[in-house]
């Protein structure tokens, strides 16, 4: 089960850390990813991080903005997003893939999601 949360209102230019919580043992081994979606379209990829955090991939509208990391520890993945402009309003979620070492940009190849979390950015 994923938990994602840290979604809110910001303006333009602002940060803001997503978290995405995961229960159970499967988390240390599962690929991790967060997408994002607007009302009418599909699951876009956002960035993914590999089992053990060795391995990090963006989408290139994010790519020098965005940072995804992992405590394998806490059971957490983060996104940390800097420089948030409008085109970043969208629901944010977080999946994982079993499989655990490489990093799908297909929501398909994901087994497990979280709930989802709203951010919206103001100009």
């Known amino acids: 089960q994923l938990q994602a949360s840290g979604g809110g209102l910001v303006q333009a230019g602002d940060s803001l850390r997503l978290s995405c919580a995961a229960s159970?043992?499967?988390?240390?081994?599962?690929?991790m990813a967060w997408f994002r979606q607007l009302p009418g379209k599909e699951r876009a990829f956002v960035g993914g991080i590999s089992s053990r955090g060795l391995s990090t991939d963006y989408a290139d509208s994010v790519k020098g903005r965005f940072t995804i990391s992992r405590d394998n520890g806490r059971n957490t993945v983060y996104l940390q997003m800097n420089s948030l402009g409008p085109e970043d309003t969208a629901v944010y979620y977080c999946?994982?893939?079993?499989?655990?070492?490489?990093?799908?940009?297909?929501?398909?190849?994901?087994?497990?999601w979280g709930q989802g979390t709203l951010v919206t950015v103001s100009s």
């Open positions: 159970g043992r499967a988390f240390v081994s599962a690929a």
């Open positions: 999946a994982a893939d079993r499989a655990g070492y490489y990093i799908h940009r297909n929501y398909r190849d994901y087994d497990y």
